[in-house]
């Protein structure tokens, strides 16, 4: 089985190691040196300290924990401390200069490829297990998400490219789909690198619902402007409609009314807004306030699950919505090749045995949940991964985006961020409760 056979997964690692330290390299080339050190939003750390936080991660888990090596830089630990420095404080930080920052970088995956050769792969402590390089790999490309955030909000001419994904034929199936209820597994106990938030599997029971096929468009995102969403005050919770009239929101985050049309900006190219691509950059005040209009409410976090990986024919959950196999460009947009959402009602392959589709890819979804522990959580490797994190103040997003590498991304992790964030890849879907007469 290739999840638990030690000699794939050592091969996977080391695959997972190089695509992400290739997107790294990409995503912190493909500009000039002096804007890798520049600040281009105070919600982001400068590209550099990325890279350097990166390898510095590398170090702690793979080089000083697994390994039992010396620190390397002892006096760096601290500048590359997310906890330590909020994000706005980081450009005054004494950072190493690009150069040394990949250099850094290089050094420790050279070693980190020579403590790969020796691991065991066997066993379940994170010295043994080879958990901790898929943990790390996953850590590298969540910051190569964070950095592509970074190139969306830095201003000036395109400093990346891709192409388009495929034109899809207007999705013309059913609005939505019927999700039995009934009870479901939620979370993995057998996952190899699944992280602990996602841990352990357990029974969960959920009353019948609804969900929508396909991830809420920018078409049906402009019918709320238009009928005036923004301005109603029935749609929005209290902390909502503060946030929106505080800052003076009005629509998703890179719009920009031209007349009597919209333009969006995106990765230094101005748009027209794609109709019938899923709406992106909104936060889960716009999204809850566009599914109260819509007479509808966002699904929670266990129902996201259940329509995503529960399969009525057989009662099992899978890793993903189309089944078991690992992604490939067949099932989902993932992994960058294209810088945005394709159309809705894209990938066929990749649809639930219900038939909802673009679950995984595309747009994180936001859902109506908290981030809360499952029960029988224990935190592993350590507790600011997520444990610090479990409380009312974060929703839950789920699914993954079009910038999301598929080694972070499966049917049963878990993402997160304030209520008031948008210039993450967030979209969302709408649900409603079917009610008893059918379930
Ligand atoms: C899980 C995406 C919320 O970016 O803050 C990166 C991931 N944790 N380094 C984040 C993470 C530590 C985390 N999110
Ligand atoms: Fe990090």
């Given at each position: 089985?290739?999840?638990?056979?030690?000699?794939?997964?050592?091969?996977?690692?080391?695959?997972?190691?190089?695509?992400?330290?290739d997107?790294?390299?990409?995503?912190?080339?493909?500009?000039?040196?002096?804007?890798?050190?520049?600040?281009?939003?105070?919600?982001?750390?400068?590209?550099?300290?990325?890279?350097?936080?990166?390898?510095?991660?590398?170090?702690?888990?793979?080089?000083?924990?697994?390994?039992?090596r010396?620190?390397?830089?002892?006096?760096?630990?601290?500048?590359?401390?997310?906890?330590?420095?909020?994000?706005?404080?980081?450009?005054?930080?004494?950072?190493?200069?690009?150069?040394?920052?990949?250099?850094?970088?290089?050094?420790?995956?050279?070693?980190?490829?020579?403590?790969?050769?020796?691991?065991?792969?066997?066993?379940?402590?994170?010295?043994?297990?080879?958990?901790?390089?898929?943990?790390?790999?996953?850590?590298e490309q969540?910051?190569?998400?964070?950095?592509?955030?970074?190139?969306?909000?830095?201003?000036?001419?395109?400093?990346?490219?891709?192409?388009?994904?495929?034109?899809?034929?207007?999705?013309?199936?059913?609005?939505?789909?019927?999700?039995?209820?009934?009870?479901?597994?939620?979370?993995?106990?057998?996952?190899?690198?699944?992280?602990?938030?996602?841990?352990?599997?357990?029974?969960?029971?959920?009353?019948?619902?609804?969900?929508?096929?396909?991830?809420?468009?920018?078409?049906?995102?402009?019918a709320?402007?238009?009928?005036?969403?923004?301005?109603?005050?029935?749609?929005?919770?209290?902390?909502?409609?503060?946030?929106?009239?505080?800052?003076?929101?009005?629509?998703?985050?890179?719009?920009?009314?031209?007349?009597?049309?919209?333009l969006?900006?995106?990765?230094?190219?101005?748009?027209?807004?794609?109709?019938?691509?899923?709406?992106?950059?909104?936060?889960?005040?716009?999204?809850?306030?566009?599914?109260?209009?819509?007479?509808?409410?966002?699904?929670?976090?266990?129902?996201?699950?259940?329509?995503?990986?529960?399969?009525?024919?057989?009662?099992?959950?899978t890793?993903?919505?189309?089944?078991?196999?690992?992604?490939?460009?067949?099932?989902?947009?993932?992994?960058?090749?294209?810088?945005?959402?394709?159309?809705?009602?894209?990938?066929?392959?990749?649809?639930?045995?219900?038939?909802?589709?673009?679950?995984?890819?595309?747009?994180?979804?936001?859902?109506?949940s908290?981030?809360?522990?499952?029960?029988?959580?224990?935190?592993?490797?350590?507790?600011?991964?997520?444990?610090?994190?479990?409380?009312?103040?974060?929703?839950?997003?789920?699914?993954?985006?079009?910038?999301?590498?598929?080694?972070?991304?499966?049917?049963?992790?878990?993402?997160?961020?304030?209520?008031?964030?948008?210039?993450?890849?967030?979209?969302?879907?709408?649900?409603?409760?079917a009610?008893?007469?059918?379930?």
């Amino acid at each position: 089985d290739s999840l638990t056979d030690p000699e794939s997964l050592r091969e996977r690692a080391l695959d997972a190691l190089t695509t992400a330290r290739d997107r790294t390299a990409l995503l912190t080339s493909c500009v000039e040196d002096p804007e890798l050190t520049a600040q281009h939003s105070p919600l982001m750390s400068p590209l550099v300290w990325d890279l350097a936080h990166i390898g510095n991660q590398e170090e702690l888990w793979l080089l000083r924990t697994v390994a039992g090596r010396e620190a390397m830089r002892p006096e760096i630990d601290g500048l590359y401390d997310a906890f330590e420095h909020p994000r706005a404080e980081r450009p005054s930080l004494p950072l190493l200069p690009p150069g040394e920052a990949r250099q850094y970088a290089a050094e420790v995956r050279g070693r980190a490829l020579d403590v790969l050769e020796s691991t065991a792969f066997q066993g379940t402590r994170l010295t043994e297990a080879g958990f901790a390089f898929g943990m790390i790999a996953q850590h590298e490309q969540q910051h190569d998400e964070t950095m592509l955030i970074t190139h969306q909000l830095r201003k000036g001419p395109a400093a990346l490219t891709a192409p388009d994904p495929a034109p899809a034929p207007l999705f013309t199936g059913p609005a939505e789909v019927l999700v039995p209820g009934g009870p479901f597994a939620m979370g993995t106990s057998t996952e190899p690198w699944a992280l602990d938030n996602e841990r352990p599997a357990h029974r969960r029971i959920v009353p019948s619902f609804y969900i929508d096929t396909v991830p809420v468009t920018n078409a049906a995102y402009q019918a709320f402007i238009e009928d005036g969403g923004y301005g109603d005050r029935r749609w929005w919770t209290p902390e909502g409609w503060d946030h929106i009239r505080a800052h003076g929101i009005k629509a998703p985050l890179f719009w920009r009314r031209d007349g009597g049309q919209w333009l969006r900006r995106r990765f230094g190219v101005t748009e027209l807004v794609p109709p019938d691509e899923p709406v992106l950059h909104v936060c889960w005040y716009e999204a809850d306030a566009y599914a109260r209009w819509a007479g509808r409410r966002l699904p929670t976090e266990t129902e996201w699950e259940k329509a995503a990986r529960h399969d009525p024919a057989s009662d099992r959950s899978t890793r993903y919505p189309w089944g078991d196999a690992d992604p490939t460009p067949e099932h989902a947009n993932l992994g960058q090749r294209h810088l945005r959402p394709a159309p809705a009602g894209s990938y066929p392959a990749g649809e639930s045995p219900l038939g909802v589709r673009q679950l995984i890819g595309d747009v994180w979804e936001w859902t109506s949940s908290d981030l809360q522990p499952y029960p029988g959580f224990v935190a592993f490797p350590y507790r600011e991964y997520s444990e610090v994190f479990f409380g009312p103040e974060y929703k839950v997003l789920r699914g993954g985006s079009f910038a999301v590498d598929p080694v972070v991304c499966r049917g049963t992790f878990r993402n997160w961020d304030y209520p008031i964030r948008r210039q993450i890849f967030s979209g969302f879907r709408t649900a409603r409760d079917a009610g008893p007469e059918s379930s």
